[in-house]
């Protein structure tokens, strides 16, 4: 098995994740400024769930069309109408209407396409209801996020804690830049996407930074390694776990995407999968080239790794001097425990 | 090398284990012939109604009030003769779901805030008029047989009538008798209760009896409740409505609005009997408190009520008016969502803004009147945040995708982690596999014993944690690998040692999930507390299969050749993940 994908199956890969921290500041935060850029030109395309109106879903007839269908409601009383095709149904989408209009408009649409009443489904909902839905959820994120810090701080600690939510965060307000860049509307299942992002984002920074804390564990004040080398040691270490794990989570939620577009059209499925797609590629991004980078950049502030820093630099130096003609970079000649390390001794 | 760890020395008994518990579970949906988790409203076909609270900004209702409310609509939507509705307190809302389609009559009785209002009581009967038979065969029981010879002069004589058998039918049944006094107790008030009261569950003796002397009486007219019964200052036609009435059907007018103006008909709470009412004389706003309490001389449970200074004033007037006048004209009868829910006799004018209602009450029974007294129906103004009515069709096909999805997912995730770790992998669908198991017998459990629904966004969670279950075997794997490549081990002490590794980060991983399933299912609402719930539920599975399964199988693996040796196919060939000779030369000695 030549190539990359051979070397990736045996985890020899050696990305400088960490090394190259500016670049991929520089691209994430290009990324932010444009997605909030979008947020602040374009908004997000808030779903009736949040904007207050009633649905009205039916099973499509032959012959009907989206034009004749609008009609038919508009008849029945409401003014906003907007038809849509969702798999085998039509999605009807009005302003909030009272019970008994709801009632005349599924009595209408009965009669005309010849679908059983109680076969119309509906939905009503208030123009406060979003808001508090959303509300809810902003509390659930910020309590979320003190937990996460807490939780974290105590696991690992507080630098890692800090560098996973704002790894976190990135993702969000990423995602939201996607969601406002492209117009997708942005409903309830939108908001479990989003959420799930969080979970997931933090999954893969933890698994990470668990590799991270043990090889930077092993490093002593006589090491021959930054933090920062070890630090990008561990995430070559673990890439593949972390795009293993990464797809695999993704595989079930493309699944859902697919099912959820091609046999239910628009709806709960899509909406979810959709979100979590796009914030699972931006959370794997995110835990490989933010948090990881986040995490060295604190930590190489810390006058033990400073201390380390500077003198595994002034050897290199000599080093360098000494055997201009060793190819061999001298990262390669700390602790041999480390897993890294063996695979640099192979080269 | 690693220190012998329990599933180490015995994995073969954490294995048995697991088998137990599937077992257990396999058991208890087999004895329950439960097969088929039950579905929630979006799935299933019916209507979800979500109420939210209106209050002055900023303000949260108090949980009481809220638990008041959703028993008061239960008893409203249950009373319409729909038995399978579930009310339920989601934070500060209250979520009806009705299964179904076309309960629109049920929607709209659920969130009116109906008030409580005091009317003189003008007629009353049993709920419905027994059958019309030979007048011997009426239905009274102990007492009114007694009282139906005296019945014929009228009015003044039924009032003894029906207060014979409330006295005598305590034997009977558990006839509650209310009377309404001033607040100092006087012991031989309370035991000469005379009336029957509204909320008299097993009352209906009593009520029958006030329409059984009139069937002996005036044998031709044995259906007409009002036989017998002063009917003068009533309306014609609410004559007519209350004889037609039937109070003992399940829709007995509970949630309406009533006219404090104008005089009505209605039925008691519990449909044993029916009234005709006057026009209000106290409104419920004009109650200032109502308190459940004890009776100091004679230890009975009471309910005191007091009254704002108008209501005082409106209360003596009309104690006073018809304290004298014969049952049951005597009756007040408080009225309270469309229904009686008591009706005391007046043994006295009652001045002073302060009563109470004594009678054979339960500390339960005279709480509850209390409350209803003092909240009126709901506690709280709902308004109707969302009304979601999924037609059954819709629901299967929501249902459908879900699980094609889901079973996509899992085929996707059980290839690739094939193709990946081959021998591995296959350890990795055994997991999954017993993982969707123990969550499909979670959650058929859960949905038959814990009242629990499955829904949309629980199955969504279920399929998105697909993803974090194989993670967690992808954590694993790798550590095993990273030992084999080290080089330093037999697969057997590989398997150990990276398991105490992974062990650490899949439980910190788990736990982060953790933490975010339980914030965000008690602190979200509607879809999102339900992926949550499937969230948690997964993420513990998953603890229990890496533990219970994964691990204890990976352990009997390491014995078979297969993996031992490192078969090209086993996932761990050690060329191909490129250890160093050395490591090599370490697992060939081994």
Redesign the interface.
Known sequence: ?PGVISRL????IDIDFVGKRKTWYGLSAFLLAVSILGLALHGLNLGV?FRGGSVF???RTPGSSIEQVRETVAEAGPHQVIVQQA???WRVTTESLK?EE??KVQQTVAQKYGVP??????????A??GG??SQ??W??LV??MI??ML??SV?FEWRMALAAIVALMHDLVITAGVYAWSGFEVT??T??GF??I???S??DA??VF??IK?VTGKLGTSAKMTYTQAANNALS??L??SL??S??????????L???TT??GA???KD??LA?FVGMVVGTYSSLCVATPILVTLKEREPKWQALAKRVHAKEVSTAKASRTVKEPVSAGSQGTT?AD??R??R | MAPPTSSQSKPGRTLLLLLVLIIVMGATVALQKAFVPKFGLDLAGGTTVTLSPVLANGKTPSQESLDRAVTIIRQRVNGTGISDAQVAKSNDNIVIQIPGAGRDEALKLVSTTAELRMRQVLAVAAAKAPPVQPSTAAPAPSGSAAASPAASPGVASTAKASAAPSGNATPAGRALSKALTAPTPEPSETKRARTSGGRAAKASPSASASAAPSSSAAPEDASDPLAGQDTSGIDQALLTEFRNIDCSAKNRGQGALDDPNKQIVACSDDGSARYILDKAAVQGTEISGAQAGTDPTTGEWIVQVNFKSKGATQFADITRRITSLPAPRNQLANVLDGVVIVAPTIEEAIPGGSARISGSFTQVTATDLADQLKYGALPLKFKQSSVVSVSSTLGQDQLRGGLISGAFGLIIVMLYLLLYYRGLGLIGMASLCVAAIVTFLTVDVLSHNAGFRLSLPHIIGLVVSIGITADSFIVYFERIRDEIKEGRRTLRSAVEVAWRRARRTILVADAVMFIAAVVLYFLAVGDVAGFAFAMGLTTLIDVVVVFLFTKPLMSLAARMRFFAKGHKLSGLDAERMGRTGRAEQTLQEA
């Open positions: 098995m199956y045996r985890g020899d769930e879903d039916f099973a798999g085998p149904n019970a709801v009632t009443e109680s076969q119309v489904s509906s939905q009503v909902i208030g406060t209801w508090e839905v809810k959820a509390i659930g309590v979320f937990a996460i939780y974290l696991a309830p299942a908001m479990l959420l799930t969080l979970g997931y933090l999954y933890v698994v668990d590799m043990e270490h673990t593949i776990r293993n794990t797809l695999v989570a993704i595989l079930p939620v493309a699944a859902i697919f099912i959820g046999l239910l709806g709960t499925l979810l999968s979590l897993p063996d695979k001794k192979k």
